[in-house]
């Protein structure tokens, strides 16, 4: 019923920036929580950001924080991640999330996902 494609990643030098989003189809009225998470082969998904239905609450992982910032546009059924000062270590595939409810940072309280984008930071 829900479908979510992310797009933006790509390439970036250490301490550039890069906006991914993720544009939500179907029964998008729904989609009170949305977070992003990331993943590295061999290791487990980990969260990065959420964001409430409102968008005036965000909570962050402490290895982001100061440096990426969430936001949605629910006339746009969007979802956006802003990265700033990016590090080799946030090399990963992100990946957006949604639920019918808010669910916080725990993977499996997500109910849809996307296919995922590759943002690869480069020393």
């Known amino acids: 019923q829900v479908q979510l494609v992310e797009s933006g990643g790509g390439l970036v030098q250490t301490g550039g920036s890069l906006r991914v989003s993720c544009t939500a189809s179907?029964?998008?009225?729904?989609?009170?929580?949305m977070a992003w998470f990331r993943q590295t082969p061999g290791k487990e998904r980990e969260f990065v950001a959420t964001i409430t239905w409102s968008g005036g609450n965000a909570y962050y992982a402490d290895s982001v924080k100061g440096r990426f910032t969430i936001s949605r546009d629910n006339a746009k059924n969007t979802l956006y991640l802003q990265m700033n000062s990016l590090k080799p270590e946030d090399t990963a595939v992100y990946y957006c999330a949604a639920s019918s409810l808010y669910a916080g940072t725990i993977s499996h309280a997500y109910n849809y996902w996307g296919q995922g984008t590759q943002v690869t930071v480069s020393s």
């Open positions: 179907g029964r998008t009225f729904t989609l009170y929580g």
